[in-house]
């Protein structure tokens, strides 16, 4: 597991975390922070790899392929994303109205395809804990742009998971063999979390981005603070990522609806 925080040394354009080129750390992608400022433009075309752009805040105009689409969104936390996801040597352009922060994932695919622009629309939503399991201790949405199902074509899985304060996610602990990013985010950029991967506790905080190549994994933020992180994932030659979770035997018990019934006494009830 490697945590990277370049909160400190973020400056205005590209910010690369991995360059595959260089160290992928395992993960088979390119990832970066993308930072504009209103009037700047940034070009993206890679003769091998295939981009997902996505949009974390701001008001952006996308252009590929005589295609334009203007995306506004004040922040992950009060509206759904934009997401581009295109193939090899796609001209993608990127205008900014606005201070604008931009997650942007590659890897190398010789698939050609047709670019999609995932909209607020089109967004996948699942409100996961929100049946009062654990006491809601785990209550999240998870939000995926494009995996295996919907983008077979594509190398990589991009999504988004909204943590609420105090809560858990990727709860109960889980593997995978596919390698996994989380590049976070904290509606105040003070905001932290902690994270548990492969044995090890890290702490989260905002622009921060977790490399998770092994062991079980699973995270939670502070009271008060909402966190909102990408997740990325890049297939596996000959086993791609299916949605296929392992979760650590030791906890599984966990899923029960009746898990914390013998500890917590019902509502109304004399406390001794």
Not at 2 to 18: E, F, H, M, Q, W
Not at 81 to 100: D, G, M, N, W
Request: include cysteine; charged fraction near 25%.
């Amino acid at each position: 597991m490697t945590y990277l925080d370049r909160k400190a040394s973020l400056v205005r354009g590209y910010n690369p975390y991995i360059e595959a080129d260089k160290d992928d750390m395992g993960t088979l992608m390119d990832v970066g922070l993308l930072v504009l400022e209103p009037g700047d433009t940034y070009r993206i075309e890679e003769a091998e790899k295939e981009t997902a752009v996505l949009l974390f805040s701001g008001e952006v105009t996308f252009r590929w392929n005589d295609l334009t689409v203007r995306g506004a969104r004040p922040d992950c936390f009060r509206q759904e994303a934009y997401c581009l996801l295109a193939p090899r040597k796609t001209v993608i352009t990127l205008e900014a109205h606005s201070h604008s922060e931009l997650y942007i994932q590659k890897t190398v695919n010789d698939r050609d395809y047709t670019p999609v622009m995932y909209t607020p629309e089109t967004v996948q939503t699942q409100h996961a804990g929100a049946n009062g399991e654990l006491m809601g201790c785990m209550r999240r949405e998870i939000k995926t742009f494009f995996d295996y199902d919907n983008a077979p074509y594509s190398n990589m899985v991009l999504g988004e998971v909204l943590n609420f304060p105090g809560k858990w996610s990727s709860y109960p602990p889980h593997h995978h063999p596919q390698p996994e990013v989380y590049f976070y985010r904290f509606d105040h950029p003070q905001g932290f979390g902690a994270g548990f991967a492969n044995g090890e506790i890290y702490k989260t905080g905002h622009n921060g981005l977790a490399v998770i190549t092994s062991g079980f994994h699973s995270q939670t933020a502070a009271p008060g603070y909402a966190m909102c992180y990408a997740w990325g994932i890049r297939h596996l030659e000959g086993d791609p990522w299916k949605k296929t979770r392992i979760d650590d035997e030791e906890h599984a018990w966990l899923w029960k609806a009746d898990a914390n019934d013998h500890i917590f006494k019902m509502e109304g009830e004399e406390t001794k």
